[in-house]
């Protein structure tokens, strides 16, 4: 259970991060872990997820970049 704990604490972390990223703003898979506490392969599996959903978009350095959500954009013009 203590596990579990630490991974939702770990991912919240990370929740907060993400969210006050602006458009254009990186982040690494590594300094995410060092940011959440949660492992390298944890962070880089949220960061393609992200990426997929198309809230992120992959570096060729091993970074990801906040994109500019397009239907937000609409919504508030």
Do not use: I, W
């Not at 991974?7 to 991060?17: H, R, S």
């Not at 969210?19 to 898979?29: K, N, R, Y």
């Not at 949220?46 to 959903?53: C, G, K, N, Q, T």
């Amino acid at each position: 259970m203590r596990r579990a704990v630490n991974t939702d604490a770990g991912l919240d972390k990370l929740q907060e991060f993400l969210l006050a990223m602006s458009p254009g703003d990186e982040v690494s898979v590594a300094r995410a872990a060092e940011l959440s506490g949660l492992d390298p392969k944890r962070c880089d599996e949220v960061l393609s997820a992200l990426m997929r959903a198309g809230v992120m978009m992959r570096l060729q350095h091993d970074a990801y970049v906040r994109c500019r959500l397009q239907a937000f954009e609409q919504r508030t013009a």
